[in-house]
């Protein structure tokens, strides 16, 4: 499998997850960036175990600060 299959791949499961369990929030594009910023940088630490990646993707997700817009 090369490199960008396995990104593919994790990315795919990680989307999956974050879509059916209704935690994808804001932007998509956005959303997509972080998850695969987040792969990426593992991946260039030399992981490539599929199921840690994306497991890693969606936890630095759900845990990511979300910036609330309000009115002052």
Avoid at 15 to 27: C, K, N
């Amino acid at each position: 499998m090369t490199d960008l299959q396995l990104r593919a791949q994790c990315f795919e499961i990680a989307w999956r997850y974050l879509d059916q369990s209704g935690l994808l929030t804001g932007e998509h594009k956005d959303s997509a960036r972080f998850i695969l910023n987040k792969i990426d940088r593992m991946m260039l630490r030399g992981e490539r175990r599929r199921l840690l990646l994306s497991n890693a993707a969606i936890d630095a997700y759900r845990l990511r600060p979300v910036l609330v817009s309000g009115s002052a």
